[in-house]
């Protein structure tokens, strides 16, 4: 058996070792903290709630207020007898009166609603502000609850950065019963995560940067280098056919992509076509889109995915049948001399639901013409020279206010006043069809000249009075004797 050895026990810890914080003019909040705790470790922090009789207590709460202030305060309070008294008059000095700490307050609650978090600073640097605010508050008599503070945080962190964390401790945590320091330990360890990141990401930037600034000095090489050869007088030749610095006669420019005459690979409508579709595939955009206007012209891409041309009768079956479809986005048609108003500087290509693809040539108004002789204008109407009907869009009939309404086998479209104006029946092939009659546009003049207007006109234009005295004195041979008017 092994020796016995006795056991001392350990001496106690003794609470005068503890220090006492020193007040000064700015941290009174602080002191007051740690003065509280100070005081409870001593046992003494009654006496100074309820002001009891025993002097020894009170005695020990004075020494240690009295150790923690400076000398010009100990002299200032330094005739009161208890410890309360002398509590509450540093209390007064630096919170001060009841009006002034609830400016105080008022002030401290609009800091702590426009606090956000900086992208510069950090999960501790922020959530410090945020304790120091409720400590604060907390020191003038307004308890910041939990939930209300965890809910500012999460409100106050950078979106771009934070908007992934939060979220998913909205849905998972339930934010009335989860703690300040949970929100907080949760959010710095994404914070470590994501620096890892952006580092990794800062470095492949920079990467990029390099690589692309190598580049461009050698494409900046390259661009005075070229020409020094044979006729190095010549810089910044262009790629397309015929194309130069100077403005150019688009009539005998040559497109690289679809080899046709009258403009650049850059604006031609089949790239910008296809281009248009893949931006549709990738984000399900509207089914019309309306390019930009190059060159002066507009150019327009339309998208007619629920059209299919082959179901509908040519033109050249019967004159004046239009088509009211309600798949259609867009009123169409292919005869020129419907037109009363065209802008043909508007071009582009409509794309079928059978994958058929045509021109655009214009864009204008068609002024019809009703069986009591009113008109009325269908505006917008794309000139589709390919296309072998005429089409009336529902959709943008009812965007300009008409109204639309199906019963039974007939379709009416009233105008934005009540009239009707269209009543169809539905043929068999369940399209809605019906006759329309186009007022011609087509003028027909015919000017009479007299015979003082063309004798006028074979002297040169001379004056009327000349004419006269040349007919009245017979100075011209062959001028008959006429009337000047």
């Not at 006492?20 to 046992?43: A, D």
């Not at 399900?284 to 998208?303: A, I, Q, R, S």
Request: net charge neutral; charged share 30%.
């Amino acid at each position: 058996m092994g020796d016995i050895v006795p056991i001392t026990k350990p001496k106690e810890m003794s609470t005068s070792t503890i220090q006492c914080p020193m007040l000064n003019s700015t941290n009174y909040t602080v002191w007051g903290l740690k003065m509280r705790i100070l005081l409870r470790v001593h046992k003494v922090w009654d006496i100074v709630e309820t002001e009891s009789d025993d002097a020894e207590k009170n005695d020990i709460a004075m020494a240690l207020i009295f150790q923690s202030i400076p000398e010009a305060a100990v002299l200032q309070i330094g005739g009161l007898d208890t410890a309360k008294k002398v509590w509450n008059a540093i209390k007064a000095k630096h919170v001060g009166a009841e009006r002034v700490r609830e400016a105080r307050l008022q002030t401290l609650m609009a800091e702590f609603d426009k606090l956000t978090m900086k992208d510069t600073e950090t999960i501790d640097d922020f959530s410090g502000k945020l304790s120091e605010i409720c400590s604060k508050s907390a020191a003038l008599g307004t308890i910041i609850e939990e939930p209300k503070l965890v809910r500012k945080f999460l409100k106050s962190l950078p979106r771009k950065k934070f908007i992934h964390i939060v979220a998913s401790l909205e849905q998972v945590l339930d934010l009335n019963t989860t703690s300040f320091e949970d929100i907080t330990g949760r959010l710095k360890a994404y914070e470590e995560r994501i620096q890892g990141d952006d580092e990794e990401s800062q470095e492949d930037q920079g990467k990029l940067m390099y690589t692309n600034t190598e580049s461009q000095a050698n494409r900046n090489y390259s661009n005075e280098s070229r020409g020094r050869g044979r006729g190095g007088r010549f810089y910044n030749r262009g790629r397309g056919r015929g194309r130069t610095n100077e403005a150019r006669d688009l009539s005998k420019v040559t497109c690289y992509r679809c080899d046709k005459l009258g403009h650049y690979a850059s604006s031609c409508p089949d790239r910008l076509l296809k281009l248009q579709e893949t931006k549709e595939d990738e984000v399900n955009d509207d089914d019309t889109h309306e390019g930009e206007k190059l060159m002066m012209h507009e150019v327009v891409f339309l998208n007619e995915k629920n059209v299919r041309p082959d179901k509908f009768a040519t033109t050249s079956d019967e004159e004046n049948i239009w088509y009211l479809d309600n798949g259609a986005s867009n009123h169409m048609t292919g005869n020129r001399s419907y037109f009363s108003r065209i802008d043909e500087s508007v071009t582009g290509k409509v794309r079928f639901g059978d994958d058929s693809r045509i021109d655009i040539k214009g864009k204008g108004s068609i002024l019809f013409v009703s069986k009591d002789g009113e008109k009325k204008i269908l505006a917008d109407v794309y000139f589709i020279p390919d296309l072998r009907s005429n089409i009336i869009s529902l959709g943008q009939a009812t965007e300009s206010g008409c109204d639309v309404r199906m019963k039974g086998n007939y379709l009416t479209l009233y105008g934005s006043d009540g009239k009707l104006l269209v009543k169809a029946q539905r043929s068999r092939n369940q399209l809605y069809k019906v006759r329309m009659e186009v007022e011609n546009s087509k003028c027909l003049q015919i000017t009479t000249l007299s015979d003082s207007a063309k004798w006028h006109a074979r002297l040169g234009h001379v004056g009327i009075n000349t004419l006269k005295t040349m007919i009245k004195d017979d100075l011209v041979t062959g001028i008959p004797s006429i009337a000047v008017e």
